[in-house]
């Protein structure tokens, strides 16, 4: 997911100015919770590489590293002072704490999960990480799933980038890489609404069949 102020044409001449570094830098940044286009840079690596103008390994191996140290830096961020802010963007946009408190419960739940599977999730690539430490995931089981998201994504970003490189324009990469993203973003949103819009309703039925009814009066005698 790309910046609306940054254009592909922006991206593509960073890569070609930079190489390495910018695809290293771009998803380190976007991965520890800033919303910078890393996986765009990243593509344009993987295109730049597929044109011989970089080197493939190189490309796949920053794409990983960037991946994986941006990761525990922004589980770090998460876990030492995440909830606060959390607490404090959520009042912004009137959320309620019982709210969050309820989504933390969620991804703790789910965790490992969302952090290997967030790495292919637009936003979730950006949140997954600090989200993480707020929910005090083991580091060690942090660092299992992050490291072979990491490494899974670029993988899979860089080959296709690659490969379709030599064929396929980088806006149109760009263009199925966005609807792609969009997509699986909808079906984490129903994943995570979903459950929470069911736990609400058995909430409100419970609390309406404990209310007290009211007795019968007796007839009264005269």
Do not use: H
């Amino acid at each position: 997911m790309t910046l609306d102020f940054i254009s592909i044409e922006t991206i593509q001449e960073i890569a070609q100015q930079y190489g390495y570094w910018a695809v290293f830098s771009g998803i380190f940044l976007e991965s520890l919770g800033l919303p910078i286009p890393g996986e765009t840079v990243t593509i344009a690596g993987g295109f730049l590489a597929g044109n011989d103008q970089l080197n493939y390994w190189i490309v796949l191996a920053d794409a990983s590293l960037g991946a994986i140290f941006g990761g525990n830096v922004g589980y770090w961020i998460g876990r030492r002072g995440g909830w606060p802010l959390l607490l404090s963007i959520g009042r912004i946009f009137r959320i309620r704490e019982e709210q969050l408190e309820s989504l933390k419960r969620q991804f703790g739940e789910n965790a490992p999960r969302t952090v290997f599977l967030g790495r292919f999730i637009a936003l979730l690539r950006t949140f997954a990480s600090p989200l993480a430490g707020i929910v005090q995931m083991p580091y060690l089981q942090f660092t299992v799933y992050n490291t072979l998201g990491a490494v899974t994504w670029a993988s899979v970003v860089v080959s296709l980038s690659y490969f379709a490189g030599q064929f396929v324009p980088l806006e149109s990469m760009v263009a199925w890489a966005g609807q792609f993203a969009f997509v699986m973003l909808l079906i984490a949103i129903a994943w995570i609404a979903i459950p929470l819009w069911l736990e609400s309703r058995k909430v409100k039925e419970v609390v309406v069949s404990s209310d007290p009814q009211p007795d019968d009066q007796p007839a009264s005698g005269m």
